[in-house]
């Protein structure tokens, strides 16, 4: 599935899969995704009013469109057919003044453009293809609330955390609650899948790197960016303060936590300050020995 979302900042931002009537439209879906991203969604916002619709275009693409104001977001999802719609949403934030900026790349998405205009943002990835998985990706529309011109990140900024902080935050304390199914306590979380949760951001300083997490029976987390060695060691210092210790096979244990990393290829990313230098990147698996006892 292709995932477009809108966010309002400060928002709880977990979505549930909402089942509806398909209604028939007569217009194509590179026509019809335009408009739900710069008119229907912004039209929810503004009015408040919960939308759950699911469209089949002319062309036989199904489309979900939903916004619930409790969390201020907007939810549309493509299948597979939906993708030719994403040139089409490119051509016309170019067409009407949007200012493309620069682009980064993770574990799991690679982001094709993001685009600026007033105190909107928007983002559009794909996400990386996984086997017996749907060709998917997602678009972004987030309002940063600042001032025409800028780009208004100052509430999100204030919000972020050094790399090694972030991760620590991540690995002691996000992944526990997403193994307790209690994702909804955090606003990172923007998509729930059957299977897992995907966490599109965690407020780390981008300048020091990126950490992409899922979070379901077991919580997996890639880390990337400069700081990464520095975040890594503190990991460790802080998994021996939680009680944890190396067993043989590298991992570490200790109360209801298993901890796995593992270093991976260097990963160059688009982002100018990024450019003149690769870095090693680390996945890191948490397992609850909980949940592993409830499975066996």
């Known amino acids: 599935m292709f995932v477009l979302q809108s966010f309002w900042m400060g928002a709880a931002t977990a ?18 995704l335009p408009q739900l991203a710069l008119e229907d969604c912004a039209a929810a916002s503004r009015q408040q009013v919960s939308v759950y619709r699911t469209l089949t275009t ?18 549309i999802e493509l299948d597979a057919a939906g993708l030719a719609a994403i040139p089409a949403l490119l051509h016309t934030l ?10 980064a790349e993770s574990q799991w998405a690679v982001v094709n453009a993001m685009w600026r205009k007033s105190d909107r943002l928007i ?22 609330g600042g001032p025409a011109g800028q780009m208004g990140l100052s509430q999100r900024q204030r919000q972020l955390r050094p790399l090694s902080e972030a991760l620590i935050l991540t690995v002691f304390d996000l992944c526990p609650r997403l193994m307790r199914g209690r994702e909804a306590d955090y606003a990172e979380v923007v998509r729930i899948e059957p299977e897992a949760i995907l966490i599109q951001e965690v407020l ?6 990126t950490i992409d997490v899922r979070g ?3 919580c997996s987390i890639l880390v990337n960016g400069p700081a990464t060695p520095d975040a890594i060691e503190s990991l460790a210092t802080a998994a021996q303060a939680h009680g944890l210790n190396r067993d043989p096979t590298g991992m570490l244990r200790g109360g ?34 909980h949940n592993q006892d409830a499975r066996q």
């Open 15 to 32: 979505v549930l899969a909402l089942q509806a009537t398909s209604e028939p439209m007569a217009v194509p879906v590179a026509t019809l």
């Open 58 to 75: 002319s062309d036989g693409a199904d489309v979900k469109l939903t916004y619930a104001p409790a969390h201020e977001q907007c939810s």
């Open 94 to 103: 170019s067409e009407e003044g949007w200012e493309r900026l620069p682009t």
């Open 123 to 144: 983002e559009v990835s794909r996400w990386r293809d996984l086997p017996d998985e749907d060709p998917s990706g997602s678009v972004f529309v987030m309002s940063t």
């Open 204 to 209: 780390a300083d981008p300048t020091q790197g």
């Open 216 to 218: 379901g029976d077991e």
């Open 256 to 289: 209801d936590l298993q901890i796995q990393t593992e270093a991976r290829e260097p990963i160059p990313l688009n982002w100018p300050s990024w450019a003149s230098s690769d870095y090693a990147s680390v996945s890191i698996s948490v397992r609850s020995a």
